[in-house]
Structure formats: structure tokens, C-alpha cells
């Protein structure tokens, strides 16, 4: 009877089982992240790049003393404006500002504007993308 129970009591094979055990959990736990890490990476970068906006007009406008920028999204995402700049600053506009796949829309920006004088505008959404130029107000 001792000699059945014998094999319970050796100590020698534990050690190699538990330590390959330990270390295929961390190379799976390792792989899982990694794995997930890439997936959401990868799904951002490729919105971002998705992202496709113009300006297709720029109006200045004297009677309301505004600037109307017509955007249309040509991207395969929807597009949401987070913030507008003329000449570098930031500028208020009606908020949420948002286009979805192939459409287009007017958004007025209040600015005082000078006749005759160049201006940079740049159209900033929530992704990071800018799009904008230098207008002559005419």
C-alpha cells in the first residue's frame, strides 16, 4: 500500500509542469493584450484616414457680419466639426456641427472681418483632421 501513495510524495516532476504551466499563461496573457492593443489602434488609424472633408465655398458675409462655410464630407466616416479658426483663433459656431457619409451643409462662424484683407480659416474636427486655406474677403 505505501507503494501506491509513493508517487504523491515525489516532488521531482511538479516543478518543470508548474513553470511551463505559468509561462504559456503569460505568453497567451502577453498575446491577448498585444492583440487587442493592435486591433484598437489600428481601428482609429483607420477612421482617421477615412476622414475626407473640403470646403467647397466661402462666403463672407457684410450684412451679418459672418463667415459662411459650406463643407461637404466626401470621407467614408462621419464627420464632426469640434472647432473652427480664423487667422489662428478660435472662433464660436453653433455646435454640434456634424456631416454624415456624402452630405454637405453651411456653417456660419461669427467674425468681424476686414474688406480686402487676406484671412486663414481652418476647419478642425474631432479625429485631428484640418482642412482650411487663405480667403481674400472681397
Same mark, same amino acid.
Given at each position: 500500500?505505501?507503494?501506491?501513495?509513493?508517487?504523491?510524495?515525489?516532488?521531482?516532476?511538479?516543478?518543470?509542469?508548474?513553470?511551463?504551466?505559468?509561462?504559456?499563461?503569460? &505568453? #497567451?496573457?502577453?498575446?491577448?493584450? &498585444?492583440?487587442?492593443?493592435?486591433? @484598437?489602434?489600428?481601428?482609429?488609424?483607420?477612421?482617421?484616414? !477615412?476622414?475626407?472633408?473640403?470646403?467647397?465655398?466661402?462666403?463672407?458675409?457684410?450684412?451679418?457680419?459672418?463667415?459662411?462655410?459650406?463643407?461637404?464630407?466626401?470621407?467614408?466616416?462621419?464627420?464632426? @466639426?469640434?472647432?473652427?479658426?480664423?487667422?489662428?483663433?478660435?472662433?464660436?459656431?453653433?455646435?454640434?456641427?456634424?456631416? +454624415?457619409?456624402?452630405?454637405?451643409?453651411?456653417?456660419?462662424? !461669427?467674425?468681424?472681418?476686414?474688406?480686402? +484683407?487676406?484671412?486663414?480659416?481652418? @476647419? #478642425?474636427?474631432?479625429?485631428?483632421?484640418? @482642412?482650411?486655406?487663405?480667403?481674400? &474677403?472681397?
Amino acid at each position: 500500500m505505501a507503494k501506491k501513495f509513493r508517487c504523491f510524495h515525489d516532488k521531482r516532476g511538479i516543478t518543470p509542469v508548474l513553470s511551463n504551466l505559468l509561462l504559456t499563461v503569460v &505568453a #497567451v496573457t502577453a498575446m491577448s493584450i &498585444a492583440t487587442t492593443a493592435t486591433y @484598437v489602434i489600428t481601428n482609429n488609424l483607420r477612421e482617421t484616414m !477615412s476622414e475626407r472633408i473640403i470646403i467647397e465655398d466661402l462666403w463672407f458675409n457684410n450684412s451679418t457680419g459672418s463667415i459662411s462655410i459650406y463643407l461637404r464630407n466626401i470621407g467614408k466616416v462621419a464627420v464632426h @466639426v469640434s472647432s473652427i479658426y480664423v487667422n489662428h483663433t478660435a472662433q464660436a459656431f453653433k455646435k454640434p456641427f456634424s456631416l +454624415e457619409i456624402g452630405k454637405h451643409g453651411w456653417l456660419n462662424v !461669427s467674425y468681424s472681418w476686414v474688406l480686402g +484683407e487676406l484671412h486663414y480659416i481652418d @476647419v #478642425v474636427t474631432t479625429r485631428g483632421t484640418h @482642412v482650411g486655406g487663405y480667403y481674400k &474677403a472681397l
